[in-house]
C-alpha cells in the first residue's frame, strides 16, 4: 500500500466495528477536566483580566487629579510632615538628597531603631498620635528613607521601610511601658528632631544616638518637694478662684500637699495609678469636712473643688479628644478610657469621703453657688497662679513657664468676659477660651519651632470643671442622683468643649497662619554636628 492510499479515508465495509477510532496521541482523555490557562505574567500595574468596565471599583484617584498641596520649606517640619502623612504614598514627593557622614548612608536597620526611640519618648510625654508620626516620618526622611510607613497606638509602635515595589519591606516595632510627664525632656526631643529635619545642619546618626541618650539621662528640672509646693498652690489658687478666702486657700494647700505626699507613696509601692488617684482625692474632700464639723465659716466647698483641680487629667483628655478628631481611633479610645479610669478613681475617693462626713453629721449644700465674678482681679490672679504651678507640675522649661502663665491668664479673662459679662452659657465660654488658648499656644510653639503641648497644656488649668463633679459627687452622696448625673453631665460638656477648643484652636492657627521661617530659626552648633 502506497503512502497515498494509506491517508485515504476507510470505506464503511472497511471499518470494523470494534474497530477504534483513530485519534491523536496528544487527545485528553474523556472525563479529564482541563485547568485553566495561567494568566501571562506582566506588570504590576496593567488592568486585571476581571476587571469590567460596567462594575468598575471606585477609582482610587479622584477624576479631577489630586489636589495641589503646597509643601514649601517657610513653614515647620510639623506641618511638612503632616501634610504629607495625610496624602497617598504614590503622590508625596522624593525628598531632596541630604548628604550624611556616613559613607554610603546609614543602615536601614539604626535608622529605624533610631525613629523608634524618638517616637517612644514623644508618645510617653503625651505628645498627640499624629504628631508622633509626623516626627518619625521627619526622622526617616532625613536620612533619606522616604518610603516609610510609621504607625501609632496608644502603646505600640511601628514603622515599615520598603526601598522598592520589587524589594521585601523592613519592619521595626517598639512597645511603649512607662509612662511620665516631663516637657522638658519632650522639648529636647522636639529639637533633636528640628535638627536632623534642618538640611543645613548635620547630624550624624551616632551623633543623634549620643543626643537621645543624654535626653533620657537628664534630670527632671524641679525636685520633688518643689512639686509637693507646687500641688499645694495650685489647689490653693483653684480654690480662690471659686470663691475662696485666705482660709480657704491654706486648707485647699494643706489637703493637696497631704493627697500629693500619699499619692508618691502609692507610687513607690507600686501600685496602680487608679489607686494613686483614689488616695490623693481623700485629704482635701477632708479637709473640707473638718471645716465644715468645727463651723468655721468658710466654703467648704471651695476646698474640696481646688483639690479637684489638681487631680482633674486635663492633658489625657486633650491627648485623646485630638487623636480621635485627627482619626487615630484606637489611640482616642484607649486614651479616653485611661482618662475615665483615673476620672472613677476620683470618683471613689471623693464618695468614700463624702459618705463618711455626711454619717458625721457634715452638712455640706450641693445647691450651693460658687464663684466670685464680683472680684475678677483676684479671678485672673488665681487663673495665672494656677497655670504656672500647673507648668511646674509638668515639669516644662522655665523659659515657658511665663508665657503659659500668661495664656491661663487671657483664657480666664475670654470666660469671665464671655460667662460672667456677657451671660453666655458656661460651656460655649469654655470652649471659645480653649479655643484661644490652643491658637496662643500654636503660634508660640510656631514661633519656636518646638511642641505646642508645654504652651497650652497648663493654660487650660483654669477652665476644667472642678466645681461641677464636686457637685455631682455631692448630689449623688446625699442620695439625689438626678441632680448629680445632671451636673457630672455638665462636667463632661465642659471637659469636651475644652479638648475641642484646644484642637480647633491649633487647626486655625496651622490653616491661616503661617509664622516661622527658616531666616528665623535660632543658631545651630556647628562645632560638634548641631
Known amino acids: ?317 486633650v491627648a485623646g479628644v485630638q487623636d480621635g478628631l485627627t482619626g487615630f481611633y484606637i489611640t482616642a479610645a484607649a486614651r479616653l478610657l485611661e482618662v475615665m479610669y483615673l476620672f472613677v478613681g476620683i470618683v471613689v475617693g471623693v464618695l468614700v469621703m463624702l459618705y463618711v462626713g455626711v454619717q458625721l453629721g457634715a452638712r455640706l449644700n450641693p445647691d450651693a453657688v460658687l464663684g466670685g465674678s464680683n472680684r475678677p482681679l483676684w479671678q485672673i490672679c488665681s487663673s495665672m497662679l494656677l497655670s504656672l504651678t500647673f507648668a511646674v507640675l509638668l515639669q516644662q522649661e522655665r523659659s515657658t513657664v511665663l508665657a503659659v502663665t500668661l495664656n491661663g491668664g487671657v483664657a480666664w479673662c475670654v470666660y469671665g468676659a464671655m460667662h460672667y459679662t456677657g451671660g453666655i452659657s458656661p460651656v460655649a465660654s469654655t470652649a471659645v477660651a480653649a479655643g484661644v488658648v490652643g491658637l496662643f499656644g500654636q503660634l508660640l510653639a510656631r514661633y519656636r519651632f518646638a511642641s505646642a503641648l508645654p504652651y497650652t497644656t497648663a493654660a487650660i488649668g483654669p477652665l476644667l470643671p472642678g466645681s461641677a463633679v464636686y457637685f455631682g459627687l455631692l448630689a449623688i452622696a446625699q442620695n439625689e442622683v438626678d441632680e448629680g448625673v445632671g451636673s457630672l453631665t455638665k462636667a463632661a460638656a465642659l471637659a469636651m468643649a475644652i479638648a475641642i477648643g484646644v484642637n480647633l484652636g491649633s487647626e486655625v492657627s496651622r490653616l491661616f497662619l503661617r509664622i516661622g521661617s527658616p531666616e528665623k530659626r535660632r543658631a545651630a552648633k556647628r562645632t560638634r554636628g548641631f
Open 1 to 317: 500500500m502506497t503512502e497515498a492510499e494509506d491517508r485515504k479515508p476507510q470505506s464503511d465495509e472497511a471499518r470494523g466495528p470494534y474497530d477504534p477510532e483513530v485519534t491523536s496521541e496528544f487527545a485528553v482523555p474523556e472525563g479529564v477536566e482541563v485547568p485553566p490557562a495561567p494568566e501571562a505574567e506582566g506588570s504590576a500595574f496593567s488592568r486585571p483580566s476581571t476587571y469590567s468596565a460596567r462594575s468598575a471599583p471606585p477609582a482610587f484617584t479622584p477624576p479631577g487629579g489630586m489636589p495641589v498641596v503646597s509643601l514649601t520649606k517657610d513653614v515647620p517640619w510639623q506641618d511638612r510632615m503632616r501634610t504629607m502623612l495625610r496624602m497617598p504614598v504614590t503622590e508625596r514627593p522624593a525628598p531632596e538628597p541630604v548628604g550624611r557622614a556616613e559613607e554610603g548612608g546609614p543602615a536601614v536597620p539604626r535608622v529605624l531603631d533610631l525613629t523608634l526611640r524618638i517616637g517612644e519618648l514623644l508618645l510617653a510625654g503625651g505628645e498627640g498620635a499624629e504628631d508622633v508620626e509626623a516626627a518619625m516620618f521627619a526622622v526617616c526622611r532625613s536620612y533619606g528613607l522616604d518610603r516609610c510607613e510609621p504607625t501609632v497606638t496608644f502603646t505600640l509602635l511601628s514603622i515599615s521601610y520598603q526601598p522598592s515595589l520589587v524589594e521585601d519591606p523592613v519592619t521595626a516595632s517598639r512597645t511603649v511601658r512607662r509612662r511620665g510627664t516631663d516637657y522638658t525632656r519632650l522639648a529636647a526631643v522636639f529639637r533633636l528632631v528640628d535638627d536632623l529635619s534642618d538640611p543645613e545642619t548635620q547630624v550624624s546618626l551616632e551623633e543623634a544616638y549620643r543626643r537621645l541618650a543624654e535626653i533620657r539621662r537628664n534630670r527632671h528640672p524641679y525636685p520633688t518637694w518643689v512639686l509637693t509646693g507646687a500641688s499645694g498652690l495650685l489647689a490653693g489658687a483653684a480654690s480662690v478662684l471659686v470663691g475662696g478666702d485666705a482660709v480657704v486657700f491654706v486648707a485647699a494647700l494643706v489637703g493637696a500637699m497631704l493627697g500629693d505626699r500619699l499619692a508618691w507613696l502609692c507610687a513607690g509601692r507600686g501600685l496602680p495609678e487608679f489607686y494613686q488617684f483614689l488616695v490623693a482625692a481623700m485629704p482635701s474632700v477632708a479637709m473640707g469636712i473638718v471645716l465644715t464639723l468645727t463651723h468655721v465659716d468658710v466654703k467648704a466647698s471651695a476646698v474640696i473643688t481646688g483639690g479637684l483641680f489638681a487631680l482633674l487629667p486635663g492633658r489625657a483628655l
